[in-house]
């Protein structure tokens, strides 16, 4: 890759963003300069300026820059793949997915805006003949202003510059400043300026969308006053430091923190001795996707004692006995695995069931097991690669309370038996995550609108999902009119003649469709 630095006049030897290759750990290139103070204020400032244009753009004009931000994006694929390949090593297959899921969920949250029941407008008619008597009362959802984005390590387009959360963030109606992935800063800017292509075609601010670089920028992009809520993906250490930024500021903010988790899966013994091979096979193959390295990996396997379950861990041994080794996103990364692995082998209830090869840069996939009573938060915890954990149990009976000891998770898995009774183990993965998956795997999240991808604290920060329609919601805050003139109302709010409600709206406590209206 040629260097960038001449379109970077300000970069020095302590500012310069580098980009990396993932594979040789050789420098690609000076691709920015670390963002200073004031560039950081400037920034924070244009996106400050277009909060009220942005906002009072019509829903189909928001929907149709978000689509033609998708086509830019599309129209981009081969060079946007071949730049996060070199800086990720996650290979063109997985990347151009990531690229049609990124541009997936732009067209989808141009869907849902269109559609508008996220606005959850709400219209209370004035009532005098009641006890108290009522005022007129109109509600829906604004947009909260700017959005800082984080973008994450392991998702270089879908949970990056133009991820979910500024997808979403930008349906609302927020303008946004994202904070540039350091494994990944080249790709950073090239998603940022085919975004800016796609808002100019659009005819709407190419500064709806901004971009700085360097870990002190980050967290001055918190604490910014301009700043109205966070989006991040990321480590729990990354992500609680940000988190008491976001609460400490003179006007705090919400953090809406996705921090990873150990996700954990629990096969019963009816289902071990129904089809303990594909079981096994299965768990490995998630375990292994992406090198390990997604957020829903499951981390731990609840498998039971005794022969049956004998079976599914030696399927799952066969499968890491037979992988070459993994690059992983960046040196950092390798090294905390590494660490995260000696870490746990060290234990002393963990025993070494199988590992892969490694050579050079690269690091071994590696399966261990313990007794599950011996279950302690050294063992608990997320290792971010391709690494799981088997706890061995004694009976089905014993599930709850072990699952009682976790730190809740993103998703939590059951393999059952055809036709077993499941009804208690579900309460119990329940209450551990925000989504319980049955005779799959965790891997793999789904843009849709009843997708949750978020659970109880520390998995997340926030009530709301990062992925499917409702992530909408982190960006917005509701606002009641109280016996206002008809012609300062959102037009959403205004009474409708027979067949002129554009959303479903909820009037006078009965929801009524828009081709239902009257």
């Known amino acids: 890759m040629t260097s960038t630095a001449p379109s970077v006049p300000s970069v020095t030897a302590e500012t310069a963003v580098t980009s990396i290759d993932a594979r040789s750990g050789e420098p690609r290139g000076v691709v920015a300069s670390v963002t200073s103070p004031e560039e950081l204020d400037a920034i924070c400032h244009r996106a400050g300026a277009l909060v009220d244009p942005w906002r009072r753009t019509s829903r189909a004009d928001r929907a149709a820059a978000l689509r033609s931000v998708a086509d830019a994006l599309d129209a981009a694929v081969d060079e946007l793949v071949a730049v996060a390949d070199a800086e990720t090593a996650l290979g063109e297959v997985r990347l151009r997915g ?4 990124t541009t997936g969920q732009l067209r989808f949250f141009a869907t849902v805006i269109t559609e508008g029941s996220y606005l959850e407008a709400t219209i209370d008619h004035a009532d005098p003949t ?7 009362l109109r509600l829906w959802l604004e947009p909260v202003g700017v959005a800082a984005v984080f973008g994450a390590s392991n998702f270089p387009f879908a949970f990056s510059v133009l991820g979910g959360d500024t997808a979403s963030a930008l349906a609302a109606g927020c303008p946004v400043v994202a904070k540039a992935h350091p494994s990944h800063p080249a790709t950073c800017e090239a998603v ?5 292509r796609g808002l100019a075609a659009a005819g709407v601010s190419t500064d709806l969308v901004q971009l700085v670089h360097g870990l002190e920028a980050g967290a001055a992009l918190v604490a910014h006053p301009v700043i109205r809520a966070v989006g991040f993906t990321g480590s729990q250490g990354a992500g609680r430091a940000l988190a008491r930024i976001a609460a400490e500021r003179a006007v705090p903010v919400p953090f809406h923190g996705e921090l990873g988790s150990v996700n954990p899966v629990v096969v019963t013994a009816a289902a071990a001795a129904e089809r303990p091979e594909q079981i096994g096979r299965d768990l490995a193959a998630a375990v292994l ?12 396997c609840f498998v039971p004692e005794g022969p049956e379950g004998d079976a599914v861990v030696t399927a799952m041994g066969a499968a890491f006995d037979g992988t070459a080794g993994f690059t992983l996103l960046d040196a950092g990364i390798a090294g905390r695995y590494r660490s995260g692995v000696a870490a746990l082998a060290s234990h002393e209830a963990v025993a070494q069931v199988a590992a892969g090869a490694q050579q050079g840069r690269t690091v071994a996939a590696t399966l261990l097991s313990l007794d599950a009573a011996a279950l302690d938060h050294a063992t608990t915890q997320e290792c971010f690669g391709p690494t799981a954990l088997v706890a061995r149990y004694g009976t089905d009976a014993d599930l709850p309370a072990l699952l009682s000891r976790l730190e809740p998770s993103l998703t939590t898995t059951l393999q059952h038996a055809t036709g077993e009774p499941v009804a208690d183990l579900t309460d119990a993965l329940s209450r551990q995550s925000g989504r ?8 793999g999240v789904a843009v849709t609108w009843a997708m949750t991808h978020g659970g109880p604290w520390p998995a997340t920060t926030s009530p709301y999902t990062s992925v499917g329609a409702s992530a909408i919601r982190r960006f917005l805050r509701p606002v009641t009119f109280q016996n206002a003139p008809a012609d300062v109302l959102p037009q959403e709010l205004r009474d409708a003649g027979v067949g002129r409600l554009t959303i479903p709206t909820r009037i006078d406590g009965t929801l009524v469709l828009p081709a239902t209206a009257g």
Request: charged share 15%.
């Open 130 to 136: 009641l006890a108290v008597p009522r005022p007129d």
């Open 436 to 443: 319980v998956v049955f005779n799959g795997v965790p891997t």
């Open 98 to 101: 990531e690229v049609a899921r």
């Open 192 to 196: 940022l300026a085919h975004t800016r």
């Open 289 to 300: 996707l992406g090198s390990g390295q997604f957020c829903t990996k499951p981390g731990l």
